[in-house]
């Protein structure tokens, strides 16, 4: 991509709308500036839906503001492309922290993990207060907090980022009844239900994050969308404490505050949420602030130490440091049997670490492979499952129309004497005429 201002220096990612490069800008008397560049793909230049989502991403990200948000600068076109030209965060997204913190054996302190998502709820806060020139709310919902999403520099900042999929009054391209947008793994269950979404659908999925990153373990994650889709549903969220007797009963009732399956019993806002965690932390005398947060990242990013191990001990080390992928944990429906439906318990969890062993990568891979677009088959998923629950249903109701097994066996033991009741007359009356003839 060739612009005067802009020179790019490497490619950095690549998702299923757009790609980002880290870039140089030059200003008057050659100033120049790191950024990142986001640009629409190729092949997606046509599509003008995705040009539109792109444009409100562009549109909205540019209206705000904030320590917490990624700074959108500009937003241009070349050689017949779209892109936006970001502020550069050189850091680690929460996929890499959670990834890391599987893989190693570092204990990222708990209120550090509290204070990052107490920043991430502020830029929420920022976005969903917004309002037009005429005060009039804008009503941005976020709808893709997810790992990939929140980025903490090496200083210790908190970032959200990729509006891409935010919904706002002013959008250009409107979703459609039934299609959700975002991670399947993080969304809240009313999107999963294919209804509309308010602010609250993102602070589910904060509760979602700072579990996991407490928890070291996936919680809604089943073997395939559907499972998924149904376990979100459900949002059955077992305790933190089961997995981490660290977590204090009043930070386990924030996130689980959070994580309430009726949106209307989670914390009314961002900012309230983000009060809950402040308060938390102030009550319990934990000082957290960037120095501490850039400590532990750069505790648990050692590269030093990382180039300073033999090849085989490393090896070793990875082999030896696979983590158990215990996703969801609570009870669902019969029909489903897989390994993350089922209810654990301590005892089962002290059994599944023998048997069932998977790599990190394995485990959150899939929030960075997913596509960043829309997934319009969710209706189509929600449709199965309630079929599904249909037919279960209509067997249920079946089975108890049918006679029982010893009411089927009488039925047989007497069709079975008068069968031989009437072979045994038959042969009499075969005989009578036998001897009556001779």
């Known amino acids: 991509m060739a612009h005067q201002r802009y020179s790019i220096e490497q490619k950095l990612d690549v998702g299923g709308m757009a790609e980002i490069f880290l870039a140089k800008a030059q200003s008057v008397g050659g100033i120049k500036k790191q950024v990142a560049i986001k640009r629409v793909l190729p092949n997606l230049t046509s599509n003008k839906r995705f040009v539109n989502m792109f444009l409100d991403e562009a549109r909205l990200s540019m209206g705000l503001t904030h320590a917490n948000i990624v700074q959108v600068f500009d937003v241009g076109r070349a050689d017949g492309a779209y892109f936006i030209v970001m502020e550069y965060v050189d850091g680690y997204n929460l996929r890499h922290l959670l990834q890391r913190i599987v893989e ?4 990222f302190p708990i209120h550090h993990a509290a204070h990052i998502l107490m920043e991430a709820c502020k830029g929420l806060a920022h976005a969903h207060e917004r309002v037009d020139e005429n005060g009039h709310p804008l ?3 976020h709808r893709d907090v997810s790992p990939p999403n929140v980025l903490v520099s090496k200083h210790g900042e908190v970032k959200i980022t990729d509006f891409g999929l935010a919904k706002a009054v002013t959008q250009l391209e409107i979703t459609d009844p039934g ?4 991670k399947y793994s993080y969304l809240a269950p009313e999107a999963a239900e294919g209804e509309d979404v308010d602010h609250r659908a993102d602070l589910f999925a904060v509760g979602i994050l700072l579990w996991e990153i407490l928890c070291k373990r996936r ?6 969308d559907m499972e998924t889709v149904d376990l979100i549903r459900k949002a059955e969220v077992p305790s933190i404490q089961l997995f981490n007797k660290e977590v204090s009963d009043e930070l386990e009732a924030i996130i689980m505050k959070a994580l309430a399956r009726d949106r209307r019993d989670r914390w009314p806002s961002a900012r309230e949420l983000c009060d809950a965690l402040a308060h938390y932390l102030f009550s319990k005398n934990l000082k957290v602030t960037n120095y501490d947060i850039a400590e532990s990242l750069a505790n648990l990013f050692d590269e030093e130490a990382e180039t300073k191990q033999e090849p085989y001990d490393k090896i070793e080390k990875l082999i030896e440091e696979e983590f158990i992928s215990l996703s969801m944990i609570g009870k669902l429906p019969d029909r489903i049997d897989s390994e993350a439906s089922r209810p654990l318990d301590e005892f089962d969890i002290a059994q599944d670490n023998e048997k069932h062993r998977f790599s990190a990568m394995e485990i959150w891979g899939d929030v960075a492979a997913e596509e960043i677009g829309g997934r319009e088959d969710l209706a189509l998923l929600v449709e199965r499952l309630q079929q599904a629950e249909a037919d279960e249903k209509t067997a249920t109701e079946n089975a108890a129309k049918k006679p029982s097994k010893p009411k089927r066996f009488l039925k047989i033991v007497i069709w079975l004497t008068l069968i031989g009741a009437a072979a045994t007359g038959a042969a ?10 001779e």
């Open 219 to 224: 919680l809604f994650q089943g073997k395939n």
């Open 104 to 107: 190693t054996s570092v204990e």
């Open 179 to 182: 299609i959700v947008k975002g």
């Open 428 to 437: 009499y009356f075969l005989r009578n005429i036998i001897m009556a003839g």
């Open 139 to 141: 009503g941005i919902v």
